[in-house]
């Protein structure tokens, strides 16, 4: 987006700044909304909105949607919180930190992986590598509808 909109250091600095003193003022009403409808609900909110900003990125033509989305998307991201609120409410706490150590290694891979891939992506054509993010946004509100919706659930199919 800097290079297709030519964004400069001063507006890529007033980005950040709008989006962590929205995040600041957000993020603890997320967490509470996440209490409150579940992580299923809040999964799949997430999940759909983020298919619709990375198609928006793809077909975006003017600075100022690409800066909304960016935000849009941030906010969104907030909502990642829910996984971590779901495995606390499924693990076993003794299997916490093993599945953690796991699940960061599988995350640094993937870290590292998907930036080399997208970026062969980006140099055909950069609208493809938001067309794949969205299609991996659309896999993981599939997967998210896994989640339960009660503790209880969770505990009955842990046996």
Known sequence: MVEKFGYGVTEITALFMLNHVINLYLGPKIGAW?????????????????????IGYALVET?????VLYVVDHLFFAMA????TY???IADPKDIAGSM??????NHIAAVVIPVIFGMIWLYNPSLVFYAG?????????????V??????DQSNRG
Request: net charge positive.
């Open 34 to 54: 996440i209490g409150r409808v579940g992580e299923r609900r809040a999964l799949t909110l997430e999940y759909s909105g983020l298919i619709l900003v990375f």
């Open 63 to 67: 600075a100022e949607l690409a800066a």
């Open 81 to 84: 919180i829910a996984l971590k």
């Open 87 to 89: 495995f606390q409410k």
């Open 101 to 106: 150590g796991v699940s960061f290694s599988i």
């Open 134 to 146: 969205a299609t991996i946004a659309a896999l993981s509100l599939i997967l998210s509808q896994f």
């Open 148 to 153: 339960a919706t009660n503790h209880l659930e």
